[in-house]
């Protein structure tokens, strides 16, 4: 009768147990629905913004890739990396980066996602503080991972079957580059200025061929070309005559504002006219800048920097006493006058 006794206090005791753990799985299966069920909204959530984003006519949100929000020196950039990538770790044939990367879009993108990762890690190993493993996670994560990536998924197959020693990697295709470079730029211009209709602004004595300025608007809102910093610069409305404004292409009004030098006005600076009629050498070259915002009058100095200048206007007022004689040039004897500089 003890051991009975025994075995059924045995059983309470398991059963207790029992009913303890069922307990807690059911609540941590409560739980974790409650996580799998937000999970699963957060998932179809993504999903949904996935399927609105590849609908015929969605926008990309301003969001632009890698190849189209990079500069040229950006470009220079990852491709001096890229060759010093084949030439630091000269790799087998089959992981080697073809000098043809730059006209293959998808190989563009992996490339320079894998040198902002390399430059993190360096920049992480170099700070004392942050020292650790992420140079070797790069190593092992990133950089032989994205290179079989890109020799297995793009055209990128060739091989060779006989071993061969060592060599450096070929350097970029200059002409590949180049073309690559010119085309995103043309891209990303053609996705800047679609909203906008452009104006050349044509007062007497101009012409839409050599303008007085540039203006663009999208809707009624109005931006005018900064002939000081090159830069378009909102307003409410423009200060000049609807009626002088002359419609352009965008095409046209960024090949008029790509050329700077017909937007600046040069003079060869003499102290005086009489040393200009004895055929005295200019102290200087001066130049004006009629932007919308100001108008800009600069000297050459002796550094070689633009600095600002009153010659100018002392030379086209009658007011000053002593003014000096500026004879107009043009931008190439402004460039031969001031040493060669062609920054003018």
């Not at 493993?133 to 197959?157: C, D, G, K």
């Not at 006493?321 to 190439?332: G, K, N, Q, R, W």
Request: with cysteine; net charge negative.
């Amino acid at each position: 009768m003890a051991d009975e006794a025994l075995k059924r206090s045995d059983f309470a005791a398991y059963r207790a147990e029992l009913e303890e753990h069922i307990k807690k799985f059911a609540l941590g299966v409560k739980r974790e629905q409650g996580e799998v069920e937000e999970i699963l909204g957060e998932i179809l959530d993504r999903l949904n913004a996935l399927e609105a984003a590849a609908a015929p006519g969605a926008s990309t949100g301003g969001h632009l890739p890698w190849s189209l929000r990079a500069t040229e020196r950006d470009w220079q950039d990852l491709a001096d990396w890229i060759d010093w990538l084949g030439r630091h770790y000269a790799p087998q044939l089959h992981l080697r980066v073809w000098p043809c990367w730059p006209a293959h879009g998808g190989v563009v993108e992996e490339l320079a996602a894998l040198r902002a990762a390399w430059c993190a890690a360096v920049e992480a190993d170099a700070d004392p503080v942050r020292s650790g493993s992420e140079l070797a996670y790069w190593h092992q994560m990133w950089l032989w991972p994205t290179v079989e990536r890109i020799r297995q998924n793009y055209m990128f197959s060739e091989c060779e079957t006989d071993h061969s020693p060592d060599r450096p990697g070929r350097p970029t295709d200059a002409d590949a580059l180049r073309a690559r470079v010119a085309g995103a730029e043309a891209e990303r211009l053609r996705l800047e200025n679609a909203p906008y209709a452009f104006f050349a602004e044509v007062p007497p004595g101009f012409s839409p061929d050599r303008p007085d300025g540039l203006w663009r608007c999208a809707g009624d809102d109005w931006e005018y070309l900064s002939l000081l910093d090159w830069e378009w610069h909102a307003v409410e409305k423009p200060p000049v005559k609807r009626e002088i404004l002359h419609e352009l292409t965008a095409e046209r009004a960024l090949e008029l504002a790509a050329d700077r030098r017909p937007w600046v006005t040069y003079w060869a600076h003499y102290t005086d006219e009489s040393d200009w009629r004895a055929g005295a050498e200019p102290t200087t070259v001066v130049r004006r800048r009629r932007s919308p915002e100001r108008v800009l009058d600069e000297a050459y100095g002796p550094d070689g920097a633009w600095e600002p200048t009153d010659a100018v206007h002392d030379f086209l007022s009658a007011r000053p006493s002593d003014p000096p004689h500026l004879v107009e040039i043009d931008a190439t004897e402004a460039a031969r006058l001031a040493n060669g500089d062609t920054g003018l």
